[in-house]
């Protein structure tokens, strides 16, 4: 342990440092601190971001109301009590009145509960139609990102011509091709829209994985193609999909009630959908524009708590914006 | 250029300078009424085109118009006009019995794309001249400078009333001949026109002045060589304004003096706003269609009672009709002649439905049952909030109803005409005042009918009725065939359950007068005049 | 210095190793209009035991040239026989079980490793390729093994990636290298992202394990202090191809080609004293795209010793030269090494070229916006 | 302050006044629901005119933030900054920001570690070096074109004129970090801080580069601050070195001496870490054992006594105190070698 | 640069090509039809049948496509059924363009104008209130259906305070030389001020409405954007030269800030198009979303046809336009 090739005397180090290099080495302590996980450190900003907790709140009134709406509306949404109050000139939409909180629809029915129980079909539609547009962006995506080449292009042609057509028109064509309406075609057609972004984005996530150490150390360990797919790729390229999906929530709540609006939604108008109220209340808009005003709010307040929580999300998560 | 706005015209009454401009729900197809179908095309052409029968302002009565008085030989097959001496078309040329001749034979002799997109023609009359033989017209003589001979197959119901059509107007012999006016060819998917169809040249209070396609503008000048009282107003524009409250909102902001079919629910703001909300009469029928094919529970007339007896159809016109609507006890309005005075409305009984059904064994009957989105027509403005309220009383008495539904013009008259559907709701509009254009339409063609009467044993028995009552040439007589049959149609057939009838409107502004509501909606703009603010 | 016995078992036998990536740029379809000539005909054998050390600037093809050996960058042409099957022939199920022979470690200990998996998964996961978990108990003991052989606890096993010191992970990804028990490692610049002390620690490990276990390595890295250090033989390698090789200590006292020296005299030795008196070659210029490179000599451009002759017409080839000094296993890729060895020729300015980074990919077309946005 | 020191000769320290003196520099992070960290703890030194000071340590030790907070550079919120930096009679921690402009890029100027990054790829490179001159010469864009060229010249740029219409992509690393140094020497600062500018290059081009500094400072008489972690580049290019451990100075000296006589075990242990060209393979060598991540508070104890091999028991009790003056010193309470 | 031209020319008449048979097919599949449309209440189907026939769509759909491309061929793509009778579906297409066109522009500018500053403001200010407050007001823009904005913008300035005209394109009456169709640009050309003036008035609520959506993806992507390029490192160094704020912000920020906002413009003209289907519609703007919004009502295939594969075609042919702009703007790529 000399260094007496070298040109300069370093001074010899004492008996205990070989102790402590050795006890350091055997021992390698486990650090905790320095690589805090990501997710653990992005909860501790998140807890403490206003604009999350909004969001959030937001989120979980709706997401409750949702769940629970039909057991606290004060009335069956497709009951029509106040029907022999409305007459279309004097009378269209009866107001408040003790009972009926915001008053009626055009067809008597008690409009709280209807906007109450709206949130269901709402949450049902994003929700699902995020659901839907995330296994076909993810399996388009997986697909381009885990084989590539041939099908890698041929996949993100298609996706980059669904890309450029604009989302509301594209699901408007999509709802338009069903023969029979009915919430699922406005469910699959907002899913639509929503597959090439998560395909592009997952894929993107993907091909950086596939270039990654981790997939190549996993590759020259002789790991099958299919497990390295599975097991590393894609949990890794997950994460800017989730976030994503949080906001494209907001995004399908939005498509689901424009396209209910125009009228390719669920033929039975009698479940409240936000959307399709609003379509409804267009004929009223000059002399009852509260009845437009309630579900927009509500759509908006909605949209508002999903997009704080997704971009809140989207910035925990990203070490860029960790300044 | 001159930005004056267009509502401070005076309104000195006769030959007034004032401009009146309606805001048209739609766009004109064209200018030549012969090829046209719709009703905003007719808005605009009625204006600047006479036929040589009139209709009554206000009534769907037949009057004289450019014919003075009409006479039929005894078997109703040859009809005598004699016609105005005192007109002149728009381009000078004169009005005689040549011209009425000549528009005959232009409108009969069509080719072939003619022939289809000579919608009105091809529906009164039948055929064309290459089908001559089954054509209801069969010629044309110029008898006298003003007198014309019109010869027709056999007698109907619909001769001369059909001559108010706006399609059946009269038009320049010299402009049809420059204009190619029969130059019609079909192109693509299309019809391509000649260029007449933009230049319409009639006899009317209006002449034509320009489309401004880019700004959605048709203005019409008064015609001061007309040979009845001169229009009010020196300019009648029409501004397309297809969103409903933005005509609304134009009308509130002075822009425009008057629109059609305002939203019911509007009426009564828009009255309180100084506005005149001028109500037709209403000369529609909605019916809830039945379809025995698909359903053949449905071939039980009792289950048709039933049905018919489970809806509250005066809840119905009340809560969701505008004032002025009716309960439909047969399938036409009241104004047309062989409406049945003594038939009572099916009353609203869910007791007795039930009972009825139960004795048809269809007690869980199940329907599909359908409604038209993206439409609004003048019997249901609303489809959706008709349907449902049908579709709450269907179901209060045990009926499972499948909610079934397609765009007006993206499969609902498709289906509806390919029988896909056990139920729906449509209705119709009467073209002029007949009988046979109401249920006539509906049963008299036993092959193609919505109905499906083919297939029950009185149907080819009601569509023989209807054409021999169509063919009664007097009037009375016609009238009780057609009340009879009204009266069978609803005891003993009951092809479908007719709901209402639903009266349009339209809306002026402050300071115009002279509108005459029509319930044909066939209003003539050359009474209006504006007045100031 | 553990050079091995005179009869040399060569592990691994490169001959005639190029690594092309296309070049794609069309009009509507893509078509292949030139090559990055990553690694331009590479020969070199690995023996049995030794430590290979390859030096070269940043974008060589070192890296590449690791990889194609292990074929996890599939060859465009020449050949790597390991052990006498030729790897870059393998294909599917065969390369994968072969793989279990040969291990790479990587630069940067964090992206190597699966940020998901704990350290015991991904120790396994190399295990399960091959079929070699089906005892329990003795995976587990195998697993501590591993733990030990690296210098970690045991109770790491059950932890994340990020939980551990940048130190630390590499010796993780050492340990996964080791779990299926191979021959040969290539270790591409395994500690280059390091500090300094902890690259110490490291370096030590490597040799430890090397002992150890008998392990044949092939070090990648530009610190030419640290192949120096840890290497029997060294291969200098400049555009593509290697320019000279020889003996860690011979090449350090003996540097026969031009880039060698300039390399050499470049690395900055931390003693005062010597950086004082050190004479330096300082080169222009950068290295040239390997997308274009330089006809002749790769190294003409840029090398002091040119000449008007050969040097910009023909590519020399790795040859023994009668240098004394030099030993008949030290080869080199220069026409005038002898001439410039004996001082025959001298060295000289170069007028510096601008080297234009890159090379013409495919029409890249703007920067995407962020995806989350294009949905509204 | 005595100048003299018993290592090291310097040349070009003829002046004796600092041209910047920093004193108990501390910069403090503080991120929301997090511990206050202190990246840079109490460092002092001096820089003197012609002269050029080392800043050594391991990632993570308070190099770039230190050098940041003398530019006044650090990122907006979240961290406070006390001590002064004195440059020309004026403390540079509270000049304004209006007047501590005028100074950057004119009086002191900095060449940061990634040439590419540093250099704003849609510009190009003559715009980012006459944006300087224009800014503080009050020349204007044709008037410093021509100088901009005899800069890229200066730095050893080839055919400068076409160079100045050059994006920074067109350029090799090397070019660019020699396009970035003709920027930072366009208004002829006095102080050039330098935060390893060659890591991200290859050996080779370092040379170039290192050979470039060295020529500036002499020719110009332009002091630099250079920040690095290879021991290498100090001992080739520095007149004085500070080690940085922990955001703390923990030993200086002069090159010489400081190579020569290391006193302080991290400093050793650097040095015995680092392979060496010229020494015989097969050593092993003796790095310092453990990780920065091991460290202690400086508050209470020697934050490297954990990694230490030289430890004793008032290491992990107190706050070792710096041993020496402003030119030579460490902080150690059981220092190498003893001499002292 | 011109290679690149080319090849997005090329690779643009392909998609036409296919999206002119994925448009041609879709428009047969879809329920219903011109034929109804026409027919209304009067179709049976022996009419249904024969008016299918004198339009030609009784034919198998590969027959109509080969006489769609065929007529396409010499430059006739069909006649309108329903939208303008009888008129070319391309002349429809072109007699409609410059109002959308105008419109476009203008609700472009406005969503430009108010989102960039935005979006620079609130990244400047990240986290803060005027931050958060300009991310819900640009999501308030998203979210509020255009319609009820609209109504809400017509009511107030329009009828309540009579500011502005409620709908139209002009007012009736005014007699206006019109040159391109541009309104507000004829106005100019002719020199006919006032009307140019009327034009312009007319344009202002339907551009508030339509420029809702792209102002807030405008808005969003500059915040993201700014706020990622504030980190660079080019920053610091612009900065370290002690440059004024004026000229980081302006030369060194905005401008690569701008990269990834210049595409999203781009981007946002296909949604440009398919607000206008509304906008256009309830601002009773003659434009050709009001185009579109019949078409599809009425089913006139031809014309759905052009304006869909044009819609396309602009498209396509904006974003070249973007990319030769960002070409210019970012030397990376101009320079390759
Ligand atoms: N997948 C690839 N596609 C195209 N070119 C590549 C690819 N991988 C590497 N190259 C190019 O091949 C050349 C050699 O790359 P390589 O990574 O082997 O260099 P290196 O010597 O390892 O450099 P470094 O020291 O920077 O790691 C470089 O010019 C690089 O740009
Ligand atoms: N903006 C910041 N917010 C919080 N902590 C920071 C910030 N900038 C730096 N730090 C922390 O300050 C410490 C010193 O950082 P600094 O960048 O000065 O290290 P360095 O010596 O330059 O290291 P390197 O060699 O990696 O550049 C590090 O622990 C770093 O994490
Ligand atoms: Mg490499
Ligand atoms: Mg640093």
């Not at chain 1, 033929?267 to 379509?279: H, K």
């Not at chain 2, 009005?95 to 005959?104: K, T």
């Not at chain 4, 002091?223 to 940085?244: K, P, S, Y």
């Amino acid at each position: 342990m000399d260094d007496n090739t070298g040109p300069s005397r370093r001074p010899t180090l004492g008996d205990r440092r070989k102790e402590r290099i050795d006890a350091l080495a055997t021992a390698g302590t486990v650090v905790d601190e320095p690589g805090k996980s990501l997710l653990r450190s992005a909860w501790e900003r998140l807890r403490r971001d206003p604009v999350f907790l909004v969001g959030a709140a937001i989120t979980l009134v709706f997401v409750v109301l949702a769940i629970i709406s039909p057991w606290i509306a004060p009335w069956d949404v497709t009951a029509n009590p106040l029907i022999d109050k409305v007459r279309p000139q004097s009378n269209p939409v009866p107001g408040p009145e003790p009972g009926h909180l915001l008053g009626a629809d055009d067809r008597g029915r008690d409009l709280f509960s209807r906007l109450l129980v709206g949130s269901r079909q709402t949450l049902v539609v994003g929700v699902f139609a995020t659901l839907l547009g995330l296994l076909g962006g993810i399996t388009l995506g997986a697909l381009a990102g885990a084989i590539g080449g041939f099908v890698d292009t041929v996949v993100m042609r298609i996706v980059d011509v669904m890309l450029s057509f604009p989302a509301l028109l594209l699901a408007f064509t999509i709802a338009s091709l069903a023969r029979e309406p009915s919430q699922w075609t406005l469910i699959i057609a907002i899913a639509t829209t929503q597959v090439p972004i998560f395909a592009r984005l997952l894929r993107g996530s993907m091909l950086a994985q596939r270039s990654s150490d981790h997939v190549l150390a996993a590759r020259s360990l002789g790991v099958r193609p299919r497990a390295i797919v599975f097991r590393h790729m894609l949990p890794n390229a997950m994460g800017p999909v989730i976030v994503q999906a949080t906001l494209s929530l907001a995004t399908a709540i939005i498509e689901a009630a424009a396209l209910s609006f125009l009228g390719l939604g669920n033929p039975d108008q009698r479940q409240p959908e936000w959307g399709q109220m609003l379509g409804l209340a267009q004929r009223y808009i000059s002399e009852a524009p509260h009845l437009a005003f309630y579900p927009a709010g509500c759509i908006i307040v909605v949209a508002l708590g999903f997009t704080l929580m997704g971009e809140s999300l989207r910035e925990a998560l990203d070490p860029k914006s960790r300044r | 250029a001159d930005s004056e706005r267009s509502d401070d015209g005076g309104g000195e009454g006769g030959g007034g300078d004032g401009t009146f401009v309606f805001g048209a729900a739609g766009a004109p197809e064209m200018f030549d009424p012969f090829y046209a179908t719709d009703g905003e095309t007719f808005r605009v052409t009625r204006q600047m085109f006479e036929g040589l029968v009139g209709i009554e302002p206000g009534t769907a009565e037949v009057v004289p118009e450019l014919a003075t008085e009409w006479t039929p030989n005894d078997d109703g097959t040859e009809w005598t006009f004699t016609l105005r001496d005192d007109v002149t078309f728009h381009d000078g040329e004169a009005f005689n019995a040549e011209a009425v001749c000549y528009n005959f034979e232009r409108m009969f002799d069509q080719n072939e794309a003619g022939q289809t997109a000579g919608e009105y023609w091809g529906y009164v009359m039948g055929a064309f001249s290459n089908d001559a033989e089954n054509s209801l017209y069969q010629g044309c003589e110029a008898t006298g400078e003003f007198e014309a001979t019109v010869s027709i197959s056999g007698p109907t119901s619909g001769f001369p009333t059909m001559l108010s059509l706006e399609s059946l107007s009269m038009q320049s012999p010299k402009a049809l001949e420059e204009g190619d006016a029969n130059g019609i060819a079909a192109e693509g998917e299309g019809f391509s026109f000649p260029a007449y169809a933009n230049a319409p040249v009639g006899t009317g209070p209006f002449t034509f002045g320009e489309y401004d396609e880019a700004n959605g503008t048709i203005s019409l000048a008064r015609n001061d060589d007309y040979w009845g009282d001169a229009a009010q107003t020196s300019e009648l524009v029409f501004r397309v304004i297809p969103d409903e409250s933005t005509r609304r909102q134009e009308l509130e902001a002075g822009s425009i003096n008057g629109y059609d079919l305002p939203n019911p629910v509007d009426w009564a703001g828009l009255e309180e706003d100084g506005n005149s909300v001028e109500v037709r009469d209403p000369f529609n029928i909605l019916y809830l269609g039945l379809n025995g094919e698909g359903n053949p529970a449905l071939k039980d007339l009792n289950v048709r009672k039933a049905l018919y007896h489970t809806l509250n159809r005066d809840q119905l016109v009340s809560t969701q009709l505008p004032e002025g609507a009716a309960v439909a006890t047969q399938f036409m309005p009241d104004t047309v002649s062989g409406y049945n005075t003594e038939l009572e409305p099916y009353a609203y009984d869910p007791e007795e439905a039930k009972r009825l059904l139960a004795e048809a064994g269809a007690e869980d009957l199940t329907l599909n049952f359908a409604y038209p989105t993206e439409v609004s027509r003048p019997y249901m403005p609303d489809p959706e909030k008709i349907y449902e309220a049908l579709r709450t009383d269907l179901e209060a008495v045990g009926i499972t109803v499948n909610v079934k539904t397609a765009s007006w013009n993206g499969g609902y008259l498709d289906n509806v005409t390919a029988g896909k559907y056990d139920a729906y709701i449509l209705g119709w509009t009467g073209d002029y005042d007949s009988p046979f254009n109401f249920v006539g339409t509906f049963f008299g063609n036993l092959k193609e009918n919505d109905f499906g009467t083919e297939a029950y044993p009185w149907g080819k028995q009601l569509a023989d009725d209807l054409k021999a009552a169509d063919a009664v040439v007097d009037d009375a007589e016609r009238g009780a065939a057609f009340e009879t049959i009204n009266q069978q149609i609803m005891d003993e057939y009951l092809p479908g359950l007719p709901i209402s009838h639903s009266p349009p409107a339209l809306v002026v502004g402050p300071g115009v007068e002279g509108v005459v509501p029509s319930p044909l909606t066939a209003e003539e703009f050359d009474s209006v005049s504006v007045g100031g603010e | 210095m553990t050079q091995t016995s005179d009869a040399p078992d060569v592990l691994v036998e490169v001959t005639d190793l190029e690594v092309y990536f296309p070049i794609k740029s069309g009009i509507i379809f893509d078509r292949t209009v030139g090559h990055v000539r990553a690694v331009d005909g590479v020969d070199l054998s690995i023996r049995r035991g030794e430590t290979y050390g390859l030096v070269g600037e940043s974008g060589c093809g070192k890296s590449t040239l690791g990889k194609a050996i292990l074929n996890l960058e599939p060859p465009t042409a020449g050949s790597v026989v390991f052990d006498g099957t030729d790897i870059a022939s393998l294909k599917g199920e065969d390369l994968r079980h072969a793989r279990k022979r040969f291990q790479m470690v990587f630069q940067d200990p964090m992206s190597s490793l699966d940020p998901r998996q704990t350290v015991e998964s991904l120790l396994l996961e190399g295990l399960r390729a091959h079929g070699l978990d089906t005892d329990t108990d003795a995976t587990r003991a195998r697993l501590r093994e591993l733990m030990s052989d690296v210098g970690l606890p045991v109770a790491a096993l059950s932890k994340y990636p990020h939980e551990f010191s940048g130190g630390q992970r590499q010796r993780i990804g050492i340990a996964r290298a080791l779990s299926v028990g191979p021959d040969l490692i290539v270790a591409d610049e395994p500690v280059s992202a390091l500090d300094v002390s902890i690259q110490a620690q490291v370096i030590n490990l490597l040799q430890d394990l090397q002992d150890k276990l008998g392990l044949t390595y092939l070090v990648v890295a530009h610190d030419l202090a640290v192949v120096r250090h840890i290497s029997d033989r060294i291969g200098v390698m400049y555009l593509g191809a290697l320019v000279e090789e020889s003996g860690g200590a011979e090449l350090y006292d003996v540097p026969l080609h031009p880039y060698t020296r300039a390399l050499m005299s470049a690395v900055p030795v931390p003693d005062p004293q010597v950086e004082d008196t050190r004479e330096q070659i300082l080169l222009t210029g950068d290295l040239p795209s390997p997308a274009n490179p330089p006809s002749g000599c790769r190294f003409h451009t840029r090398c002091p010793w040119k000449q008007e002759t050969l040097c910009d017409t023909e590519r020399p080839q790795l040859r023994v030269v009668e240098v004394s000094g030099a030993s008949d296993s030290h080869r080199v890729a220069c026409h005038f090494a002898e001439k410039i060895a004996s001082g025959e020729i001298q060295r000289h300015e170069v007028e510096a070229t601008i080297t234009t980074p890159g090379f013409g990919g495919p029409d890249a077309g703007p920067t995407a916006p962020p995806e989350a946005y294009i949905g509204v | 302050m005595t100048q003299a020191t018993q290592h090291s000769s310097r040349p070009g320290a003829g002046s004796s006044e600092p041209l910047l003196s920093v004193r108990d520099l501390r910069v403090t992070f503080q991120r929301q629901g997090e511990e206050e960290f202190h990246a840079v703890d109490g460092v002092s030194f001096d820089v003197r005119p012609g002269q050029t000071v080392g800043l050594v340590g391991e990632s993570g030790c308070g190099k770039s933030v230190t050098s940041l907070a003398i530019m006044g550079l650090l990122p907006g919120r979240g961290n406070r900054v006390s001590g002064s930096a004195i440059f020309d009679g004026e403390d540079l921690l509270t000049l304004s920001p209006s007047a501590m402009r005028d100074r950057r890029g004119s009086e002191i100027a900095m060449i940061f570690q990634d040439p590419l990054s540093s250099l704003n790829p849609v510009i190009s490179i003559g715009r980012q070096v006459t944006e300087v001159m224009e800014r503080h010469q009050g020349l204007s864009r044709k008037q410093a074109t021509p100088k901009a060229a005899d800069l890229l010249e200066r730095v050893g740029i080839p055919d400068p004129k076409a160079r100045l219409l050059n994006y920074p992509h067109q350029l090799s690393g090397g070019m660019r970090q020699r396009a970035l140094i003709a920027m930072a020497l366009a208004c002829n600062p006095r102080l050039l801080i330098a935060d390893e500018p060659t890591t991200a290059l290859d050996v080779t081009i370092q040379a170039q580069i290192l050979a470039l500094l060295k020529e500036l400072v002499v020719d110009t008489g332009t002091a630099l601050v250079m920040i690095t972690h290879d021991l290498g580049v100090v001992a080739g290019l520095c007149d004085e070195v500070n080690v940085l451990y922990g955001g703390k100075v923990v030993e200086r000296g002069g090159r010489h001496g400081l190579f020569r006589d290391p006193r302080h075990p991290y400093t050793v242990g650097l040095l015995n870490s680092i392979p060496r060209l010229d020494a015989a393979r097969g050593d092993k060598l003796s790095p310092v054992p453990g990780s920065v991540a091991d460290n202690l508070p400086w508050t209470a104890a020697c934050a490297f006594a954990p990694r230490c091999s030289n430890a004793i028991d008032p290491c992990t009790a107190e706050t070792p105190q710096w041993e020496g003056d402003q030119v030579v010193g460490f902080r150690c309470f059981n220092p190498m070698g003893g001499t002292r | 640069m011109l290679r690149f031209v080319v090849r997005r020319i090329l690779q643009m008449c392909l998609v036409a090509f296919v999206l002119s048979m994925l448009i041609f097919v879709w428009l047969r599949s879809l329920p219903g039809g011109p034929v109804s449309a026409i027919l209304g209440e009067r179709q049976t189907p022996a009419r249904r049948a024969a008016l299918e026939a004198a339009l030609g769509l009784d034919q198998p759909l590969h027959v109509q496509y080969l006489r769609f491309l065929e007529r396409a061929s010499q430059g006739k793509f069909g006649v309108s059924t329903k939208v303008l009778p009888g008129e070319d579906a391309l002349q429809v297409f072109l007699d409609r363009l410059p109002a959308t066109v105008e419109l476009s522009l203008l609700a472009l500018f406005l969503a430009i104008a108010l989102g960039i500053p935005l979006g620079y403001m609130a990244a400047r200010r990240h986290g803060s209130a005027v931050d958060t407050g300009a991310v819900i007001f640009s999501l308030v823009g998203v979210a509020v259906p255009v319609f009820f904005l609209a109504f809400l913008l017509k009511y107030f300035f329009a009828v309540e305070w009579n500011l502005l005209p409620v709908s139209g394109r002009q007012t009736t009456g005014l007699d206006a030389t019109r040159v391109t169709g541009m309104f507000v640009l004829d106005g100019i050309l002719t020199r006919e001020w006032d009307a140019s003036w009327d034009a312009f008035k007319h344009l202002i609520l339907p551009a508030v409405a339509l420029a809702s959506i792209p102002f807030a993806v405008i808005f969003r992507i500059t915040r993201a954007s700014v706020l990622d390029v504030l980190d660079e490192d080019y920053v610091r160094t612009a900065e370290a030269k002690g440059l004024t704020a004026r000229v980081v912000r302006g030369r060194h920020v905005l401008r690569n800030a701008m990269l990834p906002v210049v595409t999203t413009i781009g981007l946002q003209v296909g949604g440009l198009l398919a607000g206008a289907v509304l906008t256009e519609s309830v601002f009773s703007y003659r434009g050709i979303g009001d185009a579109l919004a019949t078409a599809f009502r009425e089913k006139d295939y031809a014309v759905l046809q052009v304006l869909i594969l044009m819609g396309a075609v602009i498209f396509v042919l904006v974003n070249l336009l973007v990319d030769i702009a960002y070409a210019l703007i970012d030397p990376r790529i101009r320079t390759r």
